[in-house]
């Protein structure tokens, strides 16, 4: 904690909310790399395909197993952003997108809605829910969902007044 410039006496939330940061700083540093990798091999796998037929089949089949051995951690990777997000304290506006909304509605997102559902239930964070319903082509589901955050919206207006 000092060499972050904190003194001893930082509340233990604090430490955790730092250890957060932390910990997604290095897995959206690795989610970056492992995204411009894949990218870079396609590169390489289309001039490959375009230059020369014969040899391209020797490269790019020793090239592919180098590539797609990242590709099953991308999930795991993009679920730790995801939970680490989600419990983050940091962001609490209502005006601006908050970094969970950004990241679930990426489209290079490689979550999966069996993992991080009740996660958002549990939160009440249900316009992320169909923010992510939205971008994983769920069109129905989050107009469903939206529709019904303007249903209690309008209940609790008209208990207002």
Same mark, same amino acid.
């Given at each position: 904690?000092?060499?972050? =410039? ?11 909310? &730092? ?6 700083? &290095? ?48 999930? @795991? ?22 970094? @969970? ?29 169909? @923010?992510?319903?939205?971008?994983? =082509?769920?069109?129905?589901?989050? @107009?469903? &969902? ?12 008209? &208990?207002?007044?």
């Amino acid at each position: 904690m000092n060499q972050q =410039g904190y003194s001893n006496d930082a509340t233990d939330d604090k430490v955790v909310e &730092i250890a957060k940061a932390c910990l997604l700083k &290095i897995f959206l540093n690795r989610r970056q790399r492992m995204m411009n990798d894949e990218n870079e091999n396609e590169t390489q796998q289309n001039m490959s395909n375009s230059s020369n037929s014969s040899n391209s089949s020797n490269f790019n089949s020793s090239n592919s197993i180098s590539s797609s051995s990242f590709l099953p951690a991308l999930p @795991l990777i993009d679920t730790c952003i995801f939970h680490i997000y989600a419990s983050m304290k940091v962001f609490n506006s209502t005006t601006e997108v908050s970094p @969970l909304e950004k990241f679930v509605s990426n489209t290079t997102n490689c979550l999966s809605m069996e993992d991080v559902t009740g996660v958002l239930q549990r939160k009440s964070l249900f316009h992320v829910l169909a @923010l992510l319903n939205a971008c994983k =082509g769920r069109k129905r589901q989050a @107009l469903e &969902i939206w529709m019904r955050i303007g249903n209690v919206r309008s209940k609790f207006e008209k &208990i207002k007044m």
